[in-house]
T-cell receptor
Framework: EADIYQTPRYLVIGTGKKITLECSQT?????MYWYQQDPGMELHLIHY???????EKGDLSSESTVSRIRTEHFPLTLESARPSHTSQYLC????????????FGQGTRLTVV | GENVEQHPSTLSVQEGDSAVIKCTYS??????FPWYKQELGKGPQLIID?????GEKKDQRIAVTLNKTAKHFSLHITETQPEDSAVYFC???????????FGSGTRLSIRP
């Protein structure tokens, strides 16, 4: 079982609230990713990081922001949640120097009402 | 940019029959091709992978084939069982790539 954890698993929140989705891994991986998964199942990369103090925007434009202050931690923040942010958010990590397996967390199901 | 196309988007097979999912990739530098299975309420998990120096790899009922010349790779599941019902993603990446490129997913249903 992968050592990558996301909290919370489910979140229902009102419009305009600030939220932070947590992601932590204990594998020492340098690369970390955030994906947004729509009901049609496709995975959209919204942010990624090569390592500490590195963050990059992904292929899908997102109003969220990320930070990477520690190797093991890659939180995603929405300053002002909107109903259009309702989705499943998946965090993943992989080793930097190898093209290898990505390990996914269980995901956070976010609903903005 | 880099792209991975996956077909079909949905697949329904009779229990015991075989299922095949196909993907094509665009980046010639890709050298690693994993397949992920996502069950309901969970994140994707690796089920099998293949590197560019190999043409085929098998693990029990699951096999993957790679054609580097044509830039496509396929997942084969034989003797399908109800627990094979899930969403399957192919992906491609390289040692120098900054990210993993995923296909759009295939929802596989096994009919009893």
């Amino acid at each position: 079982e992968a050592d990558i954890y996301q909290t919370p698993r489910y979140l229902v929140i009102g419009t305009g609230k600030k939220i932070t989705l947590e992601c932590s891994q204990t594998m020492g991986h340098d690369k970390m990713y955030w994906y947004q998964q729509d009901p049609g199942m496709e995975l959209h990369l919204i942010h990624y990081s090569y390592g500490v103090n590195s963050t990059e925007k992904g292929d899908l434009s997102s109003e969220s922001t990320v930070s990477r202050i520690r190797t093991e931690h890659f939180p995603l923040t929405l300053e002002s949640a909107r109903p259009s942010h309702t989705s499943q958010y998946l965090c993943a990590s992989s080793e930097f120097f190898l093209a290898g397996e990505a390990f996914f967390g269980q995901g956070t199901r976010l609903t903005v009402v | 940019g880099e792209n991975v196309e996956q077909h079909p988007s949905t697949l329904s097979v009779q229990e015991g029959d075989s299922a095949v999912i196909k993907c094509t990739y665009s980046d010639s530098a890709s050298n690693y091709f994993p397949w992920y299975k996502q069950e309901l309420g969970k994140g994707p998990q690796l089920i099998i992978d293949i590197r560019s120096n190999v043409g085929e790899k098998k693990d029990q009922r699951i096999a993957v084939t790679l054609n580097k010349t044509a830039k496509h790779f396929s997942l084969h599941i034989t003797e399908t069982q109800p627990e094979d019902s899930a969403v399957y993603f192919c992906a491609a990446s390289s040692s120098s790539a900054s990210k993993i490129i995923f296909g759009s997913g295939t929802r596989l249903s096994i009919r009893p």
